[in-house]
């Protein structure tokens, strides 16, 4: 008896039995093409890098409905998009090796004004609350830091990382799904730590967000599942998503992107070429 005691403790304390933190709430129409990162923009719409359609996607953040899109022919392999507080939108195109950047009129109506290159293979991109442009060029390994598309701080050893997201406090966020881990870093690109821990069963996270309570958001795409975890603590607070691929409630089918509105989450369940949203039900 001791024994079975013992085994249903550990599964209860195991990354694959954590609570489930939030409900399912609505799907989109899987009319995307590989969706990845996604966020709100200053407009309260949601804004969605679909790779293989080499577009943004301006959704409803209620009905999940198509508004419309952008980017055509200029966004080869987008992955990330981030608006910056000078209300600009920063947009990385993998294929074209650079970060293209959007300007917008009264009506929301984007104009591209420019870009920032050389950067082999861009995953990611942060446009931080400090002015600075984080760029993730994965091919390179190298996280680098702009200042008015002149780079001044950079840190190597990021080879195939995705997503660099801005904490509470303006540290960052980088998803390393090659190693597997999340790594903790200050505004100039220093070391602060690393969460990597098993008990998070962390298998390749690609995209992150950070809630109101400063929790992580990390849509773990080949573990096809969505952990929220507190990044002081390095404690898993919660999953979604059995393991599996699949489509439904509570299923995924390779994640990759995350995106916080309050009380209201946003993922992109990629390879189901769709939107999910979730919301909360226990903080």
């Known amino acids: 008896m001791r024994l079975l005691f013992v085994f249903l403790v550990c599964m209860l304390a195991s990354p694959l039995s954590a609570q489930?933190?939030?409900s399912f709430d609505k799907a989109s129409e899987p009319v995307l093409n590989d969706p990845h990162d996604l966020t709100i923009g200053p407009d309260g719409r949601l804004y969605v890098a679909d790779k293989f359609g080499d577009r943004i996607v301006v959704m409803d953040a209620e009905t999940l409905e198509v508004l419309e899109t952008f980017g055509?022919?200029?966004?080869?392999?987008?992955?990330?998009?981030?608006?910056?507080?000078?209300?600009?939108?920063?947009?990385?195109?993998?294929?074209?090796?650079s970060v293209m950047v959007y300007e917008f009129d009264a009506q929301m109506k984007p104009t591209l004004i420019g870009s920032i290159p050389g950067a082999m293979r861009t995953e990611g991109v942060l446009a931080h609350s400090n002015g600075l442009?984080?760029?993730?060029?994965?091919?390179?390994?190298?996280?680098?830091?702009?200042?008015?598309?002149?780079?001044?701080?950079?840190?190597?050893?990021f080879f195939g990382a995705h997503d660099v997201a801005e904490a509470l406090d303006g540290t960052i966020w980088v998803a390393d799904n090659a190693r597997a881990r999340l790594v903790h870093l200050s505004q100039d690109l220093k070391m602060i730590g690393v969460l990597d821990a098993p008990a998070l069963g962390l298998v390749g996270p690609r995209y992150l967000a950070m809630d109101d309570f400063g929790r992580l958001v990390v849509a773990d795409q080949d573990a096809h599942r969505i952990l929220l975890i507190d990044p002081e603590t390095g404690t898993l607070l919660g999953v979604l998503g059995d393991g599996n691929p699949d489509i439904g409630p509570n299923k995924f089918d390779d994640p990759e992107g995350a995106a916080v509105n309050g009380s209201v989450y946003y993922f992109a369940d990629s390879d189901n070429d769709r939107i999910v949203r979730y919301v909360v039900l226990v903080n």
């Open 20 to 22: 489930q933190f939030a």
């Open 72 to 97: 055509e022919g200029v966004l080869f392999g987008v992955h990330d998009i981030s608006f910056g507080p000078d209300g600009r939108a920063y947009v990385s195109a993998a294929g074209a090796h």
């Open 133 to 157: 442009v984080y760029v993730m060029a994965s091919g390179i390994g190298e996280l680098v830091a702009f200042k008015n598309g002149t780079p001044i701080h950079g840190i190597r050893g």
